[in-house]
């Protein structure tokens, strides 16, 4: 979390930055419609759930680490307003928060990607694994974002900027700093991205005359995954990769590293915002593209059923 005016070092709690204000309104508005949407999602799957159906397990877990963000965003949106007022460990919890519901996220869709590929065209592999092979890869995907959290727990604390207290990263070298950013998006955006392209593409060459792809509204929502993934999550790991580079060229080429680090701070003020807007837009995005959400939960039995009978 990364919202924080470095320009400004006279800040005081009677001047807000505009920046802070805009990005209050973002996150607030963020909240306001992504908790409600994400309960609704909650209230409406569990009412529909089958225990043979996947889909909507991983619809439901996605809403869970959805709301697991957006629950942080009321102490964030205090931050930016007056600083961090709370302790340390408060710090570091809420960060961590974050980063378990942003890795959660992200291997939940890419699983969701993984699971249609299996499904369909090995479904008598996939129907071995059962009810509590589906409950342990679930288990495993929290528990891996748990342990990939780790060095957001690890770098993250309170530090005095001026008159206020910032809750940020903080970095012991450059070398920690550069290490951190391509672990996060190598193994948060790149392997899941690939992972998700593979699956979609290898499944839509060996199926598309199938009824899978013959549904326009699934077709139509196998697209918004990608595109969305995609949009709001590549201009936050850019951002990664443009500190790295400046980290690179800070010994031979100090002036372009300099720019590059000013860069990558305005521009990390402004995406850090994007992963709250992925976990507002969610449940709209899996929910509600079809009529209705009830629509969207009875399509899902059928199109598990359709899966099952056209594959191989």
Request: charged content about 10%.
């Amino acid at each position: 979390m990364q919202q924080r005016n470095n320009s400004n070092s006279s800040f005081s709690a009677a001047v807000v930055p505009v920046a802070n204000q805009v990005s209050s309104a973002v996150l607030g508005l963020c909240f306001l419609l992504g908790m409600p949407g994400n309960i609704m999602v909650v209230v409406v799957i569990l009412r529909n759930l089958k225990k043979d159906n996947f889909t909507l397990q991983l619809m439901l877990n996605l809403a869970a680490s959805d709301m697991l963000c957006l629950i942080t965003l009321p102490l964030w949106i205090h931050y930016l307003f007056v600083g961090w007022t709370f302790s340390p460990a408060v710090c570091k919890l809420m960060t961590v928060f974050v980063f378990i519901s942003l890795y959660t996220s992200v291997m939940t869709v890419t699983l969701m990607s993984v699971q249609r590929y299996v499904a369909v065209l090995y479904s008598q592999q996939w129907a071995k694994l059962g009810g509590k092979g589906e409950k342990a890869l679930l288990f495993s995907l929290w528990l891996l974002a748990c342990i990939l959290s780790s060095p957001a727990a690890v770098t993250s604390n309170v530090r005095k900027e001026g008159a206020r207290h910032d809750c940020n990263r903080l970095f012991t070298s450059d070398g920690q700093r550069a290490a951190v950013y391509i672990f996060e998006t190598l193994l948060g955006f790149v392997a899941p991205f690939a992972i998700l392209v593979t699956s979609y593409c290898r499944l839509h060459r060996k199926v598309h005359e199938t009824a899978f792809f013959s549904s326009k509204r699934l077709t139509k929502l196998v697209t918004n995954i990608l595109v969305t993934f995609f949009i709001l999550w590549i201009p936050f790991h850019v951002v990664h990769i443009i500190s790295v580079v400046g980290i690179v060229l800070k010994s031979s080429h100090p002036g372009a590293s300099k720019q590059l680090f000013y860069f990558s701070t305005v521009a990390g003020n402004i995406v850090g915002s994007f992963p709250f807007i992925n976990s507002c837009v969610n449940p709209f995005l899996y929910a509600f593209a079809s009529q209705s959400l009830r629509q969207r939960t009875d399509d899902s039995h059928q199109m598990d059923d359709r899966m099952q009978s056209s594959a191989p």
